[in-house]
């Protein structure tokens, strides 16, 4: 038999997301990197399959092992920066 497949997405802006509350996490031997919105508020559109459920506060990526979460941890880090440093200067 096979599994019905779940697609779930989230919109987002990288600007609102902490760099603080970037972490790699392990759940039944899966890891995965851990985003969540600064100060927890809920700003994030979720969607599954393709239906709109709700505003969240964080969302999880899944990875292969230490190494990419790391790596991507790195590089949502460096992209939350950048949206930071490109609001401040489009605000002045």
């Known amino acids: 038999m096979q ?7 989230f919109e987002l802006n990288l600007s609102d997301l902490s760099t603080q509350l970037l972490r790699g996490i ?14 927890r508020y809920d700003y994030i559109k979720y969607r599954k399959n393709g239906e709109f459920k709700g505003y ?19 590089m949502l880090k460096t992209a939350i920066e950048t949206c930071e440093k490109y609001r401040m200067l489009v605000l002045k």
């Open 26 to 39: 392990t759940k039944k031997d899966i890891r995965f990197v851990e985003a969540a919105t600064k100060d």
């Open 3 to 9: 599994r019905k497949q779940e697609l779930e997405s």
């Open 56 to 74: 969240v506060n964080k969302f999880e990526i899944p990875t292969k092992d230490n190494d990419a979460a790391k790596e991507i941890i790195d």
